[in-house]
């Protein structure tokens, strides 16, 4: 997944706001939140060419807890159907080692959040 460049302008695009969670795993669906899931502004729109990142936190100040990121693009998106999520995975063997795109279902999502091995 490519990195904006230093002279890339970065913009708080959109919040998408969460209804009350039980403390598993959560999903939105970005053309359209449901479920109690609210986005603003409204409606919120995928441009290509746009390099998005994605996190999520409770809390705020020395309490706040966060998520790791995700970034995605539309053509990330693209690959997306019903059940399965977007995650990457540090590549070593690439030239220079980054991260990149792996889809995975939401199962195996579940599974590997609940390993310790996958905490930070």
Same mark, same amino acid.
């Given at each position: 997944?490519?990195?904006?460049?230093?002279?890339?302008?970065?913009?708080?695009?959109? *919040?998408?706001?969460?209804?009350?969670? *039980?403390?598993?795993?959560?999903?939105?669906?970005?053309?359209?939140?449901?479920?109690?899931?609210?986005? =603003?502004?409204?409606?919120? %729109?995928?441009?290509?060419?746009?390099?998005?990142?994605?996190?999520?936190?409770?809390?705020?100040?020395?309490?706040?807890? !966060?998520?790791?990121?995700?970034?995605?693009?539309?053509?990330? %998106?693209?690959?997306?159907?019903?059940?399965?999520?977007?995650?990457?995975?540090?590549? =070593?063997?690439?030239?220079?080692? *980054?991260?990149? *795109?792996?889809?995975?279902?939401? =199962? =195996?999502?579940?599974?590997?959040?609940?390993?310790?091995? !996958?905490?930070?």
């Amino acid at each position: 997944m490519p990195h904006p460049s230093s002279a890339a302008t970065v913009v708080a695009d959109v *919040d998408f706001i969460a209804p009350s969670l *039980d403390g598993q795993s959560a999903s939105v669906r970005l053309d359209a939140p449901d479920g109690g899931w609210t986005v =603003e502004p409204k409606p919120f %729109v995928l441009r290509p060419g746009v390099l998005y990142h994605a996190f999520g936190y409770q809390g705020g100040g020395s309490s706040q807890v !966060n998520t790791d990121h995700v970034s995605f693009s539309v053509d990330s %998106v693209k690959k997306l159907k019903p059940g399965l999520v977007l995650v990457q995975r540090y590549d =070593e063997r690439r030239s220079p080692p *980054d991260s990149v *795109d792996v889809v995975i279902t939401q =199962e =195996e999502f579940d599974r590997q959040a609940q390993d310790p091995i !996958n905490c930070q």
